[in-house]
C-alpha cells in the first residue's frame, strides 16, 4: 500500500522556519522523483520544488527560489522542505508527490499558516 505521510507544517509568525517531511512507502521511494506542492485558499495547486530520485537535480518556483530547499535520503525514504524567512503569502497546504513515468502519488497535505 502506498503512503505519503506529511508532516512538519503548523503556524508561524513571519520571518520564521519550518521543515515539512514526507515519509514515503509502498513502492521504490529512491526511482521517483519527488515534489513538494501547494494550495492556497481559492488558488489553483501550484509546484514548488522538486528533485530528482538519486538527489542529484533539483528544481524551485520563481516564488520560492533561495527561500526554500528541497532534499531527501533515500534511506530513509523521505524528503523534506526546508523554508525560511516565510511570509503571509507561503500560508497554504503543502502536499508531498511522488512521480515516475505516468504514475504518481499524493499525500493528504499539511497546513502551514504564516502569521503574527
Known amino acids: 500500500q502506498v503512503q505519503l505521510v506529511e508532516s512538519g507544517g503548523g503556524l508561524v509568525q513571519p520571518g520564521g522556519s519550518l521543515r515539512l517531511s514526507c515519509a514515503a512507502s509502498g513502492f521504490t521511494f529512491s526511482s521517483y522523483a519527488m515534489s513538494w506542492y501547494r494550495q492556497a485558499p481559492g488558488k489553483a495547486r501550484e509546484l514548488v520544488a522538486t528533485?530528482?530520485?538519486?538527489?542529484?537535480?533539483?528544481t524551485y518556483a520563481d516564488s520560492v527560489k533561495s527561500q526554500f530547499t528541497i532534499s531527501r535520503d533515500n534511506a530513509k525514504n523521505t524528503v523534506y522542505l526546508q523554508m525560511n524567512s516565510l511570509k503571509p503569502e507561503d500560508t497554504a497546504v503543502y502536499y508531498c508527490?511522488?512521480?515516475?513515468?505516468?504514475?504518481?502519488?499524493w499525500g493528504q497535505g499539511t497546513q502551514v499558516t504564516v502569521s503574527s
Open positions: 528533485i530528482t530520485g538519486a538527489g542529484g537535480g533539483t
Open positions: 508527490n511522488a512521480v515516475r513515468y505516468r504514475i504518481q502519488y
